[in-house]
């Protein structure tokens, strides 16, 4: 019999076990897709906003943790223009509101200057862009508009305290802008009592420009006015607090799941050892030797994290999938798992799988034939 059938069908002896750990060992690889996958997700759609509108720097004040809350005087646009390498200098307000009747927290309001140019990519669904001449109007993201059932000619309410007209259903490349609606920026300064002030302004530079270049451009911004803080996209992304928090988490969430998943398959293997010692005992008396049983138990063992690690990655991305399609969370959440996510599952199952049968088979392959025979 090839060895390899040979474990499959000790496994399938006891197929409840075997079934219980799978699932088991399935929950904790499952954790580690979806939220690690989620939170990885997060991160990597923010680096798409920049990489896909080219920008290079971002602006913000420096000395605050909340980026979106630390505000910049409107009027500096006009200064950062004017640098010379600064190929566009976009500025916007942001907040996040909440509509708890319709149970939906943390939707990104923004507020962009008529001649925006974030307007442009944008593709309208129905209804029309937002004009200068659009006072108390409003456009929604296609997700937004379909949790608060929503249409152009309707109303929706902002703050508790002014009503808008909507006048267009927008569809966005940037899932979390789908989740969030737009209004001019000047309405949603006076709305937020931040007259004349920006979240920050995002640089495209002229190309070609290097690594030098652009530490050059970024002192020359530093130098405009103080408390400026620069930071090239990929590391401002890295270091946004939501994100830095959403991973660590995922992370730690994921580390108890598969604890929990360790300690489980170390009983399951204890078991199925002390169970077959009269087997493992004629084993030896037939002339296998010590490495061949630890072969034996540890091969069984990763089958079972093998078994977990795909179910469990199922079930990670059918989870994120539908927290897409979900009203809280449709915003939030790309719907994408990278591969090295998917990988790191594997990874973990398998570490599962040999730390969780190394004490079982180094106990059976020091196990004496006739010890082992006597035993009941």
Known sequence: MHFFTFLLKNLLRRPARTLLTIVGLAVAVGAVVSLVGVASGFKDSFMKIYESRD?????????????????LPEQLQGPLTKLKGVKQVVGGLVDTIQFRDQG?????????????????????????????????????GRVFAANMNKKVGDTIELYNTKKFEVVGIYESPI?????????LLKELQSLINKPNETSGF?????????????????????????????????????NVQQIKMINAVAWITSA????????GMLNTMIMSVFERTKEIGTLRAIGWRRTRIIQMVIGESLLLSLGGAIVGSVAGLVMVKLLTELP???????????????????????????????????WSANLLPTEALRRK
């Open 55 to 71: 920008v290079d720097l971002v602006v913000t004040r420096a000395g605050g943790t909340e980026a979106i809350n630390n505000g």
């Open 328 to 362: 809280n969370t449709s915003g939030l959440v790309s719907g994408n798992i990278s591969l090295p996510v998917i990988l790191w599952g594997f990874f973990f199952a398998i570490l599962v799988g040999v730390f969780g049968a190394i004490y079982p088979a180094l």
């Open 202 to 238: 995002t640089i495209s530079a002229e190309k070609p420009i290097d690594e030098k270049g652009l530490d050059d451009l970024a002192e020359r911004i530093k130098a405009l006015q103080p408390g400026l803080q620069v930071k090239k996209s990929a590391e401002f992304v890295n």
């Open 104 to 140: 939906l927290l943390g939707v990104l309001l923004n507020g962009w200057p008529p001649d925006s140019p974030l307007f442009s990519e944008i593709k309208m669904i129905s209804g029309q862009k937002l004009t200068a001449a659009d006072t108390d109007k409003i456009i929604l």
């Open 256 to 263: 108890i799941a598969l604890v929990i998943g360790a300690i």
């Open 175 to 183: 899932v979390y802008e789908n989740g969030g609606a737009v209004i």
